[in-house]
């Protein structure tokens, strides 16, 4: 099945094919399981889903990548270990669903599981400087990370990249589908970039990655019969982090690296919000709230299918507009555009900056603003303050807190939905 040691592109299709099979069936066993041994997922203040949910969805997913990889990828030490680490990464995922790890011992397994693939050939060490040296990747300056003995720099950034895109991930793990669909897109993407590319185990893993979240999403998507867990979250993450770079082995680094972050850039949005206003805070990094996307969006009256809708929509734009950073014409690579071409190009950013500005500023302020007005006027019987409203809804986007008038003082107050407490803002 192989050609020169390498998977044909076609096979691909296959390794999605099956790991989308197996997952799609194996999910119900994975749901008894789960049930059996405890690991269940109960509704909290945090919680979007309403009743308890089995959250070993992953296990099957495992099942799907484990027999694709050994059929799809070449058995060179690169793919075992790739998928060695996919394993343990699923094991420690199991642990967490099961026992609720802590955030400090659970870091440290992801990065002993990256740290597999990555000690065997795993890891970008070369990067070109753009511009310097000239503006195409053939002439373009190369820098080589120093190397500082067994665990060299490459090692550790490598090891530092891949967990951050296990955690991003994880965190989008907040919706039902939410998470697969997210994978599902980017795993598409990726394996359409690295298959043109030449990168073609990128292109099989990315495909792998793809078809388990599929595979998944068929019962994982509203309303859900079973959630993927940490075995399954971590495992994508784990994936795509390792697609993104073994798409820049032996390539022009800083482009094989830039179509990811653009691909990903949804859920790292989503985690860099959260993680900023929870250090702004000084609430602990890891602990759950209820400031990301998803859950602003169900703030203001959205549905689970609704939600999906709008942010599968916004991956989907920036997954087009990676392809066609890949495919349109607009540069030969020796610093000549093709003003038609880059005029594409262009349009084509603006149509995702576009998209990116309405649902983070618009569909965050404006059509918040309007639904507390009316959800302030049901509740106090009467019209509430111009003034009241916007400094209510400013302090919701900023802290995360939820306002409700009193009806005896006619005072605006805002609900901490960490600490339960109630505490003015405004006059009613």
């Known amino acids: 099945m192989l050609v020169n040691g390498h998977p044909q592109a076609i096979f691909a299709l296959y390794a999605l094919a099956l790991a989308l099979a197996l997952s799609w069936l194996l999910v119900p066993l994975t749901e008894r399981l789960a049930r059996r041994i405890g690991a269940i997922d109960y509704p909290n203040e945090r919680s979007i889903h309403r009743k308890p949910m089995p959250r070993l969805g992953g296990l099957a997913m495992l099942v799907g990548v484990l027999a694709a990889g050994l059929l799809f990828l070449p058995l060179a030490s690169v793919a075992r270990a790739i998928l060695a680490g996919a394993l343990a990464i699923a094991l420690l995922g199991v642990l967490d669903d099961v026992f609720e790890l802590n955030a400090g011992l659970k870091l440290a397994g992801q990065v002993v599981a990256v740290a597999i693939p990555v000690f065997n050939g795993v890891k970008v060490g070369t990067f070109?400087?753009?511009?310097?040296?000239?503006?195409?990747?053939?002439?373009?300056?190369?820098?080589?990370?120093?190397?500082?003995?067994?665990?060299?720099?490459?090692?550790?950034?490598?090891?530092?990249?891949?967990?951050?895109?296990?955690?991003?991930?994880?965190?989008?793990?907040?919706?039902?589908?939410?998470?697969?669909?997210?994978?599902?897109?980017?795993?598409?993407?990726?394996a359409v970039i690295a298959l043109s590319l030449n990168r073609t185990g990128a292109g099989v893993l990315a495909a792998i990655a793809c078809g388990a979240a599929l595979g998944f999403l068929r019962h994982g998507f509203p309303p859900a019969r079973s959630f993927m867990g940490d075995t399954g979250s971590g495992?994508?993450?784990?994936?795509?982090?390792?697609?993104?770079?073994?798409?820049?082995?032996?390539?022009?680094?800083?482009?094989?690296?830039?179509?990811?972050?653009?691909?990903?850039?949804?859920?790292?949005?989503?985690?860099?919000?959260?993680?900023?206003?929870?250090?702004?805070?000084?609430?602990?990094?890891?602990?759950?709230?209820?400031?990301?996307?998803?859950?602003?969006?169900?703030?203001?009256?959205?549905?689970?299918?609704?939600?999906?809708?709008?942010?599968?929509?916004?991956?989907?734009?920036?997954?087009?507009l990676a392809l066609a950073l890949r495919f349109v014409p607009y540069s030969d690579n020796h610093g000549h555009f093709n003003a038609p071409w880059t005029a594409v190009m262009a349009v084509?950013?603006?149509?995702?900056?576009?998209?990116?500005?309405?649902?983070?500023?618009?569909?965050?302020?404006?059509?918040?603003?309007?639904?507390?007005?009316?959800?302030?006027?049901?509740?106090?019987?009467?019209?509430?303050?111009?003034?009241?409203?916007?400094?209510?809804?400013?302090?919701?986007?900023?802290?995360?807190?939820?306002?409700?008038?009193?009806?005896?003082?006619?005072?605006?107050?805002?609900?901490?939905?960490?600490?339960?407490?109630?505490?003015?803002?405004?006059?009613?």
């Open 235 to 320: 495992l994508l993450g784990y994936l795509l982090g390792s697609v993104a770079v073994l798409g820049a082995l032996k390539t022009n680094a800083v482009v094989a690296l830039f179509f990811p972050l653009i691909v990903l850039a949804v859920p790292i949005l989503d985690t860099g919000f959260v993680v900023a206003k929870r250090i702004k805070y000084r609430r602990p990094i890891h602990k759950g709230d209820r400031w990301h996307f998803h859950h602003r969006m169900a703030n203001i009256g959205f549905s689970q299918r609704r939600t999906l809708a709008y942010l599968y929509g916004w991956v989907l734009i920036l997954a087009a």
């Open 128 to 190: 070109s400087v753009p511009f310097a040296g000239g503006i195409s990747p053939q002439t373009a300056f190369l820098f080589h990370l120093p190397v500082l003995g067994r665990a060299d720099l490459a090692h550790v950034l490598t090891i530092i990249g891949i967990v951050a895109v296990i955690n991003v991930i994880n965190f989008t793990d907040g919706v039902d589908g939410l998470a697969a669909g997210v994978c599902a897109i980017s795993g598409a993407t990726m």
């Open 348 to 428: 084509c950013a603006l149509i995702a900056g576009a998209a990116s500005v309405y649902l983070v500023v618009v569909l965050e302020i404006l059509k918040l603003r309007s639904e507390r007005t009316r959800e302030l006027f049901r509740f106090a019987g009467r019209p509430v303050p111009e003034g009241a409203v916007d400094e209510g809804v400013a302090r919701e986007l900023e802290t995360g807190t939820f306002a409700v008038v009193d009806p005896d003082t006619g005072e605006v107050e805002a609900l901490d939905p960490e600490t339960g407490d109630f505490e003015a803002v405004g006059e009613g």
